[in-house]
């Protein structure tokens, strides 16, 4: 579970080491320097939601967003089901 920036930060380059892929390469497959994928890194508060959401699919990652404990929210399903 992630609550904080700081372990957000650490999932993220978890992420990208666990693909074998430099920052470099990362931005590169993203199409941003890596310079970004550094600050994306070190600041994902810093981070849009658009941004976010390519790292998550081009590093093969999901989220889902839960209240309490009851998922309401999985990006690993291509379908979107109305409010």
Do not use: C, Y
Not at 5 to 24: C, F, S, V
Not at 35 to 41: G, P, Q, T, Y
Not at 56 to 63: G, I, K, P, Q
Not at 64 to 82: F, K, L, M, Q, Y
Request: hydrophobic fraction near 40%; charged fraction near 25%.
């Amino acid at each position: 579970m992630i609550v904080t920036p700081t372990q957000l930060a650490a999932l993220l380059k978890r992420l990208r080491l666990d693909h074998a892929l430099t920052q470099k390469q990362l931005g590169e497959k993203m199409g941003l320097s890596q310079e970004r994928i550094s600050v994306i890194e070190s600041h994902p508060e810093k981070l849009s939601i658009d941004q976010f959401l390519t790292v998550l699919m081009v590093l093969d990652a999901r989220m889902e967003i839960r209240t309490g404990n009851s998922a309401v929210a999985d990006t690993g399903n291509d379908e979107v089901e109305p409010w």
